[in-house]
């Protein structure tokens, strides 16, 4: 029983620390873009969610998403790839007016 307690435990704190680790990449990469001037389109800072974006793009229109959304069911899959598909799928409720159903269906 203490065995299994302790394998639970070391899994929470892997997941949280993968986590954190993402959200300091995603603000340091921020300030070192507000640093450079760096704008993106939706007039946000640069992040390492919009750089997973642009790079999961033709996944996404691989998988059949309309090319409007593309870029963001491609964010969708690279968060659902890096931290995990809880945080996907609270950002996909977020936008989910933003997206034809298809698109939803798909991410």
Same mark, same amino acid.
């Given at each position: 029983? !203490?065995?299994?307690?302790?394998?639970?435990? +070391?899994?929470l704190? /892997?997941? %949280?620390? +993968?986590?954190? %680790?993402?959200?300091?990449?995603?603000k +340091?990469?921020?300030?070192?873009g507000?640093?450079?001037?760096?704008q993106?389109?939706?007039?946000?800072?640069?992040?390492f969610?919009y750089i997973?974006?642009?790079?999961?793009?033709?996944?996404a229109?691989?998988?059949?998403?309309?090319?409007?959304?593309c870029?963001? &069911? !491609?964010?969708?899959?690279?968060?659902?790839?890096? &931290?995990n598909?809880?945080? !996907? /799928?609270?950002?996909?409720?977020?936008?989910?007016?933003?997206?034809?159903?298809?698109?939803k &269906?798909?991410s």
């Amino acid at each position: 029983m !203490a065995a299994a307690i302790d394998v639970i435990w +070391h899994f929470l704190l /892997y997941k %949280n620390a +993968h986590q954190l %680790n993402f959200y300091l990449i995603e603000k +340091h990469l921020g300030w070192m873009g507000d640093l450079a001037g760096v704008q993106i389109e939706d007039g946000g800072s640069l992040s390492f969610e919009y750089i997973l974006g642009k790079i999961f793009i033709p996944l996404a229109y691989i998988m059949g998403v309309p090319s409007k959304d593309c870029e963001k &069911v !491609a964010r969708l899959i690279g968060l659902k790839t890096i &931290v995990n598909e809880f945080a !996907a /799928y609270q950002r996909l409720g977020e936008m989910a007016n933003d997206i034809t159903p298809r698109a939803k &269906v798909t991410s």
